[in-house]
C-alpha cells in the first residue's frame, strides 16, 4: 500500500526527468504544495476526497509551472547538474513559504477514521486502500494522457527523442510545460495521499524525498513504469527486510537499493542504457 | 587623502585608548541556537521570542552594570548538521560567550563539543542522559529533567495507573535506549513488566508493521517516545489496527496543536507527561506576560530562566566571557543567597556584595556538577474531546 502512495509522486519525479532531462528536487515541497492545497479544499471548502485530490494536482501543476519557468528553465541551458542544484534550492524556498503562510503546526484533514477491516489472519485499512486506489486512477489517467492524447503522444516523442522531435517542428518549450504541470501537478497528488496518512506540515513531502528518489533510480530514471516497479519493490522490500532487520534499520532498505541497482544496473530496471 | 605623519602618529597612539574605551562598552553576547524549523519547531519561535524579550528587559533596565546584551539567532532545524552549522556561526562568526536552548538531544550532542572546547557556555533544554556525561568541564547547564528522571516519574504514574504489561516504541534518538532501560527498572521494581521496545526512524509515512509486533506482545499500555509528526502517524494506524488499551506519550510530542489536528476517537484518553514550570513564580509570570499565554510551554520558561542566570552570572564576576558564566554560575543560582526572581531583582544586591539564588520559571534552578537540575515538578494529563486535561501535578 505504502508502494502504490509512494509511486505517485516517483512517476511525476521522472515523467519530468524524462522531458526535461534533469532531477527536479523541487518534488520535495510540490508534494507538500498539493498537500497544503487539498486540505483548504477539505477543510476550508468542505470537500471530500476526491475533489480535494484534483485541487492537490492542479495547484501543484500550477505552481510547478510558474516556480519552474522562473528558477529552472532559465538555467537549463547550463546543464542537468546546475539545474538540479538549483531545483534542491527552490525546494526550500517553496518549503519557507509554506511555512510563512501556515506556520509550522500540523494540520489534519476533515475526515472519519476507521478501523481495519479484519480477516484470514491480516488487518487492512480501509484508508490505505482508498489510497491506493486513488493512485492507480492517476496512473491510469496519466497512462491514457500518454498513450491516447495528442499532448501525451508529443511528450513520449520528445522524451525518445529530442533532436527528432525538434526537427519534426514540436515546440519544446511548450512541451516542456506540459510535462512539468503533468508530473508536478502528480507529485502534488501523490502529497496528499502521503499528507492523509501521515499530517500536513511543510515538511511533508521533504520527508520522503529520498524514498521517492530512491524508486525513481531503482525503477530508472526517466521510465514511468520503472518508478511503478521501484516504489513497489521500495515498499515491498522494507517490510521483508523486518523479518531480518530490527525495525529501526528499515530507512536504509531505500539506499541499499539505489547501491546495489547503481553499482550493477546504473540504467535502473526500465531505465534507458546511457550510452 | 594624503595622511600626515602627525596625524598617523596621533592615530597610533590614540589606537589603544580607543580599543580599551569600546572594551567597556561591548555588549555581552549571547547565541540562541533553536529549533525554528523541523520536529520542533512548534517550539523555537517562542523560545527565541522569550529569549530577546529577557535580554530587552534587562537592557531597558540598564544592562549589566552598563552593558547591554545582543542576541543572535540560528535556526538547528531540529538536525544536528544544521546546528552545528548554526554552533559554528554564532560561536566562531559572532562570537558569543553563551549558547541557549538547544532543544532537540541529537542537536545539544552534536554542539557541545564546539562550545566547551571554544570556552563558550550551553545552557540546553534536552534531556538525554548522555549530554551531561559528557566531557564538557562544567560548560553544559541543563534545565531540563534527564531520561533518568523523566522516566522515573512516567513509569511510576504507570504503576500508580495498574499497568502491568509496557510495550515502547520509540523514535531513533540519543535516549532511547537509555529510556527503555529505566522503564525497565521501575516496572520491574514495581512487580510489572516491560515487554519489548522498537526503535523506528520518524521519518517513516507508516508504522504498521511496528505496531503489529507491538501489539502481538498483548501489552496494556503502550508507551510512545516520540516526536509529534510521528506520534500523529502512530496514534493514527493504532486507531486502525484496533488496538484499546492505554498509551503514554511525553507532552511535547502529544502539543494542542498535534491534538487538535488528529480526530478525537484517535487521542481521546491518550496520556502524557512533562516536567511542570513552578506556577506560582512571578518568573513565570513574566514568562506568561511575554508569550501572551496563559499556558506558556516548559521550554519558553527554560530559557527565560537561561537568560536571567547568564546575566546573573556576568553582573557577579564583571566578565562578560565564557569562562566568566561558567566560574560564577553556580554562585548565582543556588546556595545560601537571597532568592531572586530576574536579573534585575538580582543585579543591585549583587553590586552591593550580597549573594543571590535565583529561582525560576522552570523550577529552583539548582544544579549539580555535572550540570543537571537536581529536582523539578511533573503534570500528567490525560487527553479529553482533542485537548489535555490535567490529572495531577507534584
Redesign the interface.
Known amino acids: ?2 508502494g502504490a ?1 509512494l509511486a505517485v509522486p516517483a512517476i511525476g519525479f521522472n515523467a519530468v526527468y524524462a522531458v526535461l532531462r534533469f532531477a527536479n528536487f523541487a518534488v520535495a515541497s510540490i508534494a507538500t504544495v498539493g498537500a497544503y492545497a487539498g486540505w483548504m479544499a477539505n477543510t476550508a471548502l468542505g470537500w471530500p476526497v476526491a475533489p480535494s485530490l484534483l485541487v492537490a494536482f492542479l495547484v501543484a501543476g500550477v505552481v510547478g509551472v510558474l516556480a519552474d519557468e522562473a528558477a529552472l528553465r532559465p538555467l537549463r541551458p547550463s546543464g542537468a547538474l546546475t539545474t538540479a542544484i538549483a531545483s534542491v534550492a527552490l525546494a526550500i524556498v517553496l518549503e519557507n513559504a509554506l ?1 510563512f503562510l501556515f506556520g ?5 484533514f476533515d ?6 477491516w ?1 480477516g484470514f489472519g491480516l ?1 487492512v ?1 480501509p ?1 490505505q486502500v482508498r489510497d491506493a486506489g486513488a493512485a492507480v486512477v492517476a496512473m491510469a489517467a496519466l497512462f491514457g494522457f500518454l498513450a491516447f492524447t495528442r499532448a501525451g503522444k508529443t511528450m513520449r516523442a520528445v522524451a525518445d527523442n529530442p533532436m527528432l522531435a525538434s526537427l519534426k517542428g514540436i515546440d519544446a518549450v511548450r512541451i516542456g510545460r506540459i510535462a512539468s504541470f503533468t508530473g508536478l501537478g502528480l507529485v502534488g497528488f501523490g502529497g496528499m495521499l ?1 499528507a492523509l ?7 511533508t513531502g521533504f ?2 524525498l529520498l524514498s521517492i528518489f530512491a524508486a525513481a533510480v531503482v525503477g530508472g530514471l526517466g521510465s514511468i513504469p520503472g518508478a511503478v516497479m521501484g516504489a513497489f519493490l521500495i515498499g515491498i522490500g522494507e ?1 521483508v527486510s ?1 523479518l531480518v532487520f ?3 534499520y ?2 536504509a532498505v531505500g539506499f541499499l537499493a539505489i547501491l546495489l541497482m547503481l553499482s550493477f544496473r546504473p540504467a535502473g530496471l526500465l531505465g534507458q542504457r546511457v550510452s | 587623502m594624503l595622511i600626515t605623519r602627525r596625524a598617523a602618529l596621533a592615530a597610533g597612539l590614540g589606537a589603544p585608548f580607543i580599543r580599551l574605551a569600546r572594551a567597556a562598552d561591548e555588549p555581552l553576547r549571547v547565541g540562541a541556537l533553536c529549533p525554528l524549523t523541523g520536529a520542533g519547531g512548534q517550539y523555537g519561535p517562542s523560545m527565541v521570542k522569550v529569549i530577546q524579550a529577557a535580554a530587552d528587559e534587562i537592557n531597558q533596565a540598564g544592562g549589566i552594570a552598563g552593558r547591554q546584551i545582543a542576541v543572535t539567532v540560528a535556526d538547528t532545524q531540529t538536525n544536528p548538521d544544521a546546528g552545528v552549522a548554526g554552533g559554528h556561526k554564532l560561536i566562531d562568526l559572532d562570537r558569543v560567550s553563551a549558547v541557549v536552548g538547544t532543544w532537540a538531544s541529537a542537536v545539544t550532542t552534536a554542539v557541545a563539543p564546539l562550545c566547551w572546547e571554544a570556552k563558550v557556555m550551553l545552557f540546553t533544554v534536552s534531556g538525554a542522559d548522555s549530554i551531561t556525561k559528557l566531557p564538557h568541564q562544567g560548560y553544559i547547564i541543563r534545565t531540563q529533567p534527564n531520561t533518568y528522571l523523566q522516566m522515573t516519574r512516567a513509569t511510576q504514574f504507570l504503576l500508580d495507573n495498574k499497568a502491568k504489561r509496557v510495550f515502547a516504541l520509540a523514535a531513533q534518538t540519543p535516549f532511547a535506549v537509555d529510556s527503555y532501560n529505566r522503564i525497565t527498572e521501575v516496572l520491574k521494581a514495581g512487580g510489572a513488566e516491560a515487554v519489548g521496545q522498537i526503535v523506528y526512524d520518524s521519518k517513516q509515512t507508516s508504522f504498521r508493521s511496528e505496531l503489529d509486533r507491538a501489539i502481538a506482545e498483548k501489552p496494556d499500555t503502550l508507551f510512545f517516545n516520540s516526536y509529534a509528526p510521528d506520534l500523529a502517524v502512530l496514534l493514527r494506524e493504532l486507531y486502525q489496527a484496533g488496538y484499546d488499551g492505554h498509551r503514554i506519550t511525553p507532552g511535547y510530542a502529544a502539543t494542542p496543536t498535534t491534538l487538535s489536528s488528529l480526530q478525537p476517537e484517535l487521542t481521546n484518553g491518550l496520556w502524557s507527561f512533562a516536567p511542570s514550570p513552578d506556577l506560582d513564580s512571578p518568573a513565570y509570570a513574566a514568562v506568561q506576560k511575554i508569550l501572551g499565554t496563559q499556558t506558556p510551554d516548559p521550554y519558553s520558561c527554560q530559557v527565560y530562566d537561561h537568560m536571567n542566570l547568564i546575566a546573573l552570572a556576568v553582573a557577579k564576576s564583571g566578565q562578560t566571557t565564557g569562562v566568566a558564566i561558567h566560574d560564577a554560575i553556580r554562585a548565582v543560582s543556588q546556595g545560601d543567597g537571597q532568592a531572586v526572581h530576574s536579573a534585575i531583582e538580582g543585579m543591585p544586591l549583587l553590586a552591593t556584595g550580597k549573594a543571590v539564588n535565583y529561582s525560576g520559571a522552570s523550577g529552583p534552578c539548582d544544579f549539580t556538577p555535572e550540570g543537571d537540575i537536581i529536582t523539578c515538578k511533573f503534570r500528567f494529563d490525560m487527553v479529553e474531546d482533542g485537548k489535555p486535561k490535567l490529572l495531577s501535578l507534584s
Open positions: 500500500m505504502e502512495v511555512r509550522n503546526d500540523p494540520r489534519g475526515l472519519p477514521v476507521y478501523r481495519d479484519r488487518h485499512g484508508q502521503i496518512d501521515t499530517q500536513v506540515d511543510p515538511l520527508r520522503v517490510e523486518l530490527p525495525a529501526t528499515r530507512g
